[in-house]
């Protein structure tokens, strides 16, 4: 990841980015009358900085790269913000691709995969694009299925440390949630920081991802 001295020239151009992916929330809750935008918006400078900064490795052309980092939205019923992040950035590639034709500009695995604007407009509809974080298909982004808050939280965890004892430290586990105190897994994940910070400081090693 760059320095953020490096990185703020491309603040400004964030900010649309992240003006965007706003406009794209309201407009696909409010077409479809249901959910409601507080949380998926709370989430877009988190998302625009994770993805764009060089934090987070991944390839937007093909989500299902063996070493790319892991994204799990822990909080499952926010996942607009996942599916307007995703249609934004897409459509800079499809522009892109139109305007130079070049292939690196295309999706790898084809348009079947690719989820652009006019994917939102099926959100909870029949064969549209699902209420909560699925694993398939145009959202191959996501690396868990969740829903409630904080429902991923204990699969990223779990994931962290399978990668760990995979002996590929270098692939990352990135979740995103709301924060609830009364999360029903925050104990879960407690507990598993502990175990972490405590082999850590007996052993000397590494934490999870």
Same mark, same amino acid.
């Given at each position: 990841m760059k320095s953020p001295s490096d990185l703020k020239q491309h603040y400004d151009k964030w900010e649309v980015v992240k003006d965007l992916i706003d406009q794209?929330?309201?407009?696909?809750?409010?077409?479809? +009358?249901? $959910?409601? =935008? $507080?949380?998926?918006?709370?989430? !877009?400078? @988190?998302?625009?900085? &994770? *993805?764009?900064? $060089?934090?987070? #490795?991944?390839?937007?052309?093909?989500?299902? %790269? !063996?070493?790319?980092? #892991? /994204?799990? *939205?822990?909080? $499952?019923?926010?996942? =607009? !913000?996942? /599916? @307007?992040? *995703? @249609? !934004?950035?897409?459509?800079? *590639? #499809?522009? %892109? /691709?139109? +305007? &130079? %034709?070049?292939? %690196? /500009?295309k999706h790898y695995k084809g348009d079947e995969f690719q989820l652009v604007w006019e994917d939102l407009i099926t959100l909870r509809n029949n064969k549209g694009l699902p209420g909560h974080a699925e694993m398939e298909g145009k959202t191959l982004f996501f690396k868990f299925n969740t829903g409630p808050s904080g429902h991923g939280s204990p699969a990223a965890a779990g994931e962290a440390l399978a990668l760990k004892y995979a002996n590929v430290p270098e692939v990352k586990v990135f979740a995103l949630s709301l924060i609830h105190i009364s999360e029903p897994t925050r104990p879960e994940r407690m507990a598993y920081a502990v175990v972490c910070l405590k082999k850590k400081v007996r052993g000397g090693g590494g934490g999870g991802g």
């Amino acid at each position: 990841m760059k320095s953020p001295s490096d990185l703020k020239q491309h603040y400004d151009k964030w900010e649309v980015v992240k003006d965007l992916i706003d406009q794209c929330i309201d407009i696909m809750l409010n077409l479809r +009358q249901s $959910g409601h =935008p $507080g949380g998926s918006r709370s989430k !877009v400078h @988190a998302m625009v900085s &994770t *993805l764009l900064s $060089g934090a987070m #490795r991944w390839d937007i052309r093909d989500a299902g %790269k !063996v070493f790319s980092d #892991r /994204y799990v *939205l822990a909080a $499952g019923h926010t996942n =607009p !913000v996942v /599916y @307007a992040t *995703l @249609a !934004v950035l897409n459509e800079a *590639l #499809r522009i %892109k /691709y139109k +305007q &130079t %034709k070049l292939d %690196k /500009y295309k999706h790898y695995k084809g348009d079947e995969f690719q989820l652009v604007w006019e994917d939102l407009i099926t959100l909870r509809n029949n064969k549209g694009l699902p209420g909560h974080a699925e694993m398939e298909g145009k959202t191959l982004f996501f690396k868990f299925n969740t829903g409630p808050s904080g429902h991923g939280s204990p699969a990223a965890a779990g994931e962290a440390l399978a990668l760990k004892y995979a002996n590929v430290p270098e692939v990352k586990v990135f979740a995103l949630s709301l924060i609830h105190i009364s999360e029903p897994t925050r104990p879960e994940r407690m507990a598993y920081a502990v175990v972490c910070l405590k082999k850590k400081v007996r052993g000397g090693g590494g934490g999870g991802g």
